[in-house]
């Protein structure tokens, strides 16, 4: 895969599925650079201090700094109509632009990322349709999905096998959700596409200071809980 480009890249969430990607890529190009989208001040605890281990441990990291969820809500009143159309606009704001600006000021042409089959219908449709490997004609780069018919139960694996440190997030919320469901993310605190699903939920239950923060600055998200 790393053949096929001269400028590839890592998309480092400090998730499970990035990092094993991540321990994967460096056995053969140690010094590649991992592009972590750092959201202004919506990163729990837990994943800053992994990402400071991770450069301690040699990561070349790019901290990509991005608009604040909580800002984007803000601006466009989201939280008050999360219907599909605004999910869309929403995955536009804090996705879809943010990743064409990157291509756009570095020039990258291939992309590694923890995508898996099991995590979505659209992630198992374009597996399915394109595979693990394939050259994206609109972006012009390949991007490659070396996970993608993995299981989160082989990802956990992986990790307890070579001893690969991970996000201690994954900690903190396995407690309580079942160490091999999928669903289970280390996103930022804020707001995401899980917003009706239950994402403000463990943000109260695990980080009731930042749920206050929340409220103080959106009092609408309370209606989510």
Not at 6 to 30: Q, Y
Not at 189 to 203: C, D
Not at 208 to 217: P, Q
Request: glycine share 8%; hydrophobic share 35%; net charge positive.
């Amino acid at each position: 895969m790393l053949s096929l480009c001269e400028k590839p890249f890592v998309a480092f969430s400090g998730g499970k599925d990035s990092t094993v990607v991540s321990h994967l890529v460096r056995k053969i190009r140690p010094d590649i650079l991992h592009v972590f989208y750092d959201y202004r001040g919506c990163n729990h605890l837990e994943t800053e201090t992994f990402l400071e281990r991770c450069i301690e441990g040699g990561m070349n990291l790019l901290r990509y700094s991005q608009p604040s969820h909580i800002d984007v809500f803000k601006e466009t009143g989201l939280i008050r109509h999360h219907t599909h159309r605004h999910s869309r606009e929403y995955r536009k704001r804090v996705i879809a632009r943010p990743w064409r600006e990157l291509l756009k000021e570095y020039g990258f042409d291939g992309s590694f990322t923890g995508l898996r089959a099991r995590e979505s219908g659209g992630r198992l449709s374009l597996l399915r349709s394109m595979g693990k490997k394939f050259f994206n004609k609109k972006d012009q780069m390949w991007q490659f999905m070396p996970l993608g018919w993995w299981s989160t139960e082989e990802i956990w694996m992986f990790i307890d096998a070579t001893g690969v440190d991970y996000n201690t997030l994954y900690d903190t919320k396995l407690k309580f959700i079942d160490r091999l469901d999928h669903e289970s993310r280390v996103s930022n605190w804020t707001l995401t596409t899980k917003i009706n699903e239950g994402q403000i939920f463990w943000t109260k239950y695990f980080h009731l200071d930042l749920y206050h923060h929340l409220i103080r600055e959106l009092p609408e998200a309370g209606l989510y809980v």
